[in-house]
């Protein structure tokens, strides 16, 4: 492989070369118990490495997914069911409370949409039991209306219609005391993976011994593939024992980074995440240049570290490789959101941010989202598109998530 390749054409060329070995190892590997209903990562790509620095269980964000893919979901879906064996009519979308953020609900309107266009009812539900049917308007003008639910020998109806199904699409960092907790309809992904259970430490543990499988599989240096994270539980912004402790921590992951990066012939300096082990929305994350850095956080730092979605505060923390983005778009720093449904690839967006460099997390204040069609893409070589690496990641993804679910369930 020429060494100017980038990354994600030398992955290309390899998962071209093992695509019938590929595909017999996810088969061998796959579960439909536990396989994520649907999920979307955030991929970043460098000179040497892509892997993904996020994995959200509960993806909004389908309304940024260009209408060409969102169109061809319609398949996915009846797989996506078939793979799992569902057989449901009536369902109802367990939502979250975001009643100001109408980019949200025009998330919710396109996944109300891909179900009503294969024929199923779709109610709206959120937390708290609405008195009656109410709507909003979301931010593109489509008109939301809430259900009230109601449980019946804890079965849920709306009026005289019972569901079927609820698809979970609130991240339930809050340990809700909902009438979602008394249900026992069939729910997915399953409410036992919310953030105020799961961590992300889980999910990197998962992906990273996915990564050393599939790598010995196809030979291939995991390196390329890999995200190293460990966990700090004694976080606390206010005590300096804390925070030496984490920069101890720091300096022991990076030293450990600048001797893997020489085995793997990696010409790139290391650096460093510090991010809520429970975190979500880009809040609680700040790059690390030098582990030392973390002993003078300023007040601008430290506010954002204790920053959490529901304000419950930061006690625990993981501590990250970094992997600075060559990916640009409009001459901004880019990353790859990629959706799947069920084993399928759904479609994605780039996130760019042009307030920010290639080092930086993107998913902060400024970021915009820049359409990414995969319908769009010339085919390259035996009919499978470049941008198809994203969807072996992403997959890679999901069967981590797939262990989490079966270790968090059993």
Not at 49 to 57: I, L, Q, S, Y
Not at 161 to 169: A, G, R, S, V
Not at 256 to 276: A, H, R
Not at 305 to 316: E, I, L, P, R
């Amino acid at each position: 492989m020429n060494k100017n390749d980038s990354i994600k054409s030398k992955l290309h060329d390899l998962f071209i070369e093992k695509s019938d070995k590929i595909d017999s190892w996810f088969k061998s590997n796959i579960s439909n118990e536990e396989y994520p209903f649907y999920c979307s990562f955030d991929i970043r790509e460098s000179d040497h490495k892509m892997a993904p620095v996020d994995a959200n269980m509960f993806p909004a964000g389908f309304n940024n997914i260009c209408q060409d893919d969102r169109d061809a979901m319609g398949e996915l879906l009846d797989r996506c069911m078939n793979f799992k064996d569902l057989n449901f009519k009536n369902i109802g979308i367990f939502c979250e409370n975001h009643k100001n953020n109408l980019y949200y609900w025009d998330n919710v309107h396109a996944l109300k949409v891909l179900f009503e266009e294969k024929g199923f009812s779709v109610f709206i539900l959120i937390p708290e039991l609405v008195p009656e049917q109410l709507g909003l308007e979301s931010a593109s003008g489509h008109l939301v209306e809430f259900s009230k639910p109601v449980l019946k020998n804890s079965k849920v109806f709306v009026g005289e219609q019972e569901l079927d199904f609820i698809l979970i699409n609130n991240d339930l960092s809050s340990d809700y005391d909902s009438w979602i907790k008394e249900a026992s309809t069939k729910m997915l992904p399953p409410i036992e993976m919310g953030w105020n259970k799961r961590n992300k430490q889980s999910f990197f543990d998962h992906y990273n011994q996915v990564v050393e499988e599939f790598s010995d599989c196809i030979g291939i240096d995991k390196n390329h593939l890999s995200l190293e994270t460990q966990t700090f539980n004694e976080f606390d912004i206010n005590e300096k024992e804390s925070l030496l402790k984490l920069s101890e921590l720091a300096e022991s992951l990076n030293d450990d980074l600048k001797s893997s990066y020489s085995q793997s012939g990696f010409d790139e300096k290391p650096y460093l995440f510090v991010k809520n082990n429970r975190g979500t929305y880009g809040l609680g994350v700040l790059e690390v240049t030098e582990p030392s850095d973390i002993l003078s956080w300023n007040y601008k730092s430290r506010k954002k570290m204790k920053a959490s979605k529901g304000g419950g505060g930061v006690s625990s923390v993981i501590v990250q490789e970094g992997i600075p983005t060559t990916l640009k778009a409009d001459d901004s720093p880019a990353e790859a959101v990629i959706y799947l449904l069920g084993c399928g690839l759904a479609g994605g967006f780039l996130r760019t941010n042009k307030r920010k460099d290639s080092f930086d997390s993107l998913n902060a204040p400024g970021a915009v989202f820049e359409r990414m069609c995969f319908s769009d893409y010339e085919f390259e070589k035996e009919d499978r598109s470049l941008e198809n690496v994203y969807g072996i990641i992403a997959r890679l993804g999901a069967l981590a998530l797939s262990r989490e679910i079966r270790e968090m369930l059993k």
